[in-house]
C-alpha cells in the first residue's frame, strides 16, 4: 500500500510561484506512473501533469502547459510539481497520484494523496 503525501501548497498573489511535493512511503515509487490533479471548489477533479515512472516522458494539461513543469527523484521517491505564472483560476486542492497506467484519466490512479491548498490572489 503507497501513502502519499503532498506538501507545499499555499497562498501566493498571481505572477507568482509555488513548488509542490509528494513524498511517498509504503512503496517503491519508480514503480508508478506519478500525476498530479487539482480539484477547484464546485468542479470536478481536473488532470493537470503527469510523469512516466522512468522519469523520460511528460504530460501537461492545455492550461498548465509551459508554466507547470513536472519532475521526480526516484532516489527521494518524490514527484514536484514547480508551479509558475500562477493565475486566480490555478486556485484548488492539488493532489498527487500514483498509477500503473500511463493516462491523464483519474479513474486509472491507485493511489492519492490528501491534498494540498493552493490559492492565487489577484
Known amino acids: 500500500q503507497v501513502q502519499l503525501v503532498e506538501s507545499g501548497g499555499g497562498l501566493v498573489q498571481a505572477g507568482g510561484s509555488l513548488r509542490l511535493s509528494c513524498a511517498a512511503s509504503?512503496?517503491?515509487?519508480?514503480?508508478?506512473?506519478m500525476g498530479w490533479f487539482r480539484q477547484a471548489p464546485g468542479k470536478e477533479r481536473e488532470f493537470g501533469a503527469a510523469i512516466h515512472m522512468s522519469g523520460v516522458a511528460t504530460r501537461y494539461e492545455d492550461s498548465v502547459k509551459g508554466r507547470f513543469t513536472i519532475s521526480r527523484d526516484n532516489a527521494k521517491n518524490t514527484v514536484y510539481l514547480q508551479m509558475n505564472s500562477l493565475k486566480p483560476e490555478d486556485t484548488a486542492v492539488y493532489y498527487c497520484?500514483?498509477?500503473?497506467?500511463?493516462?491523464?484519466?483519474?479513474?486509472?490512479?491507485?493511489?492519492w494523496g490528501q491534498g494540498t491548498q493552493v490559492t492565487v490572489s489577484s
Open positions: 497520484a500514483a498509477s500503473t497506467y500511463w493516462s491523464a484519466t483519474a479513474a486509472l490512479y491507485k493511489y
Open positions: 509504503g512503496g517503491t515509487l519508480s514503480n508508478y506512473n
